[in-house]
Nanobody, 121 residues
Framework: QVQLAESGGGLVQAGGSLRLSCAAS????????MGWYRQAPGKQRELVATVISGGSTTYADSVKGRFTISRDNAKNTLALQMNSLTPEDTAVYYC???????????????WGKGTQVTVSS
């Protein structure tokens, strides 16, 4: 079935940039929402950004103006450009796809295994 895989994480100094990507393996259609979540040790997973099929985006207040989410609907890939990184951005970042089906009100969630982002200083 469908599997998601994140890449692009790593170690960066405060003020630096990283670009995360997420790619789906296997056939997948009717993706309503793509999003990025993150989880720091000892904390709950939190929403970072989402983009719906029509292109509208939403961002957590903590990343607004610094992060940009984008999706390629033809290739079913997702990216997160992260600029002006701070140590508070350190977390494991997960991609999420919500796949809709006829008569399904909520959709089905798919998750990647996560990629580590560490921001020093």
């Amino acid at each position: 079935q469908v599997q998601l895989a994140e890449s692009g994480g790593g170690l960066v100094q405060a003020g630096g940039s990283l670009r995360l990507s997420c790619a789906a393996s296997g056939r997948i259609i009717n993706i309503r929402t793509m999003g990025w979540y993150r989880q720091a040790p000892g904390k709950q997973r939190e929403l970072v950004a989402t983009v719906i099929s029509g292109g509208s985006t939403t961002y957590a207040d903590s990343v607004k103006g610094r992060f940009t989410i984008s999706r390629d609907n033809a290739k079913n890939t997702l990216a997160l450009q992260m600029n002006s990184l701070t140590p508070e951005d350190t977390a494991v970042y997960y991609c999420n796809f919500v796949v809709m089906a006829p008569g399904n009100y909520y959709g089905v969630n798919y998750w990647g295994k996560g990629t580590q982002v560490t921001v020093s200083s």
